[in-house]
């Protein structure tokens, strides 16, 4: 599992990451974004995760 904290890894740097990772025969079964500010990402649009965000907000740490 690859970890990356939202709106500041920069994605170049994952890129590079998750490149050399593979270069070196690591099994990456997945990305998770990490310290993902809810209400912020709710402001990004509908259709997305924060869309959800109120009818889910219980279930996420504040």
Known sequence: MFLARWRKTPEKAIATAL??????????????????????QAKYGYGDAGYYYADYKKYYAA
Do not use: F, R
């Open 19 to 40: 490149k050399t990772l593979d270069q070196a025969g690591a099994h990456v079964t997945g990305l998770a974004l990490t310290q993902v500010d809810m209400n912020a």
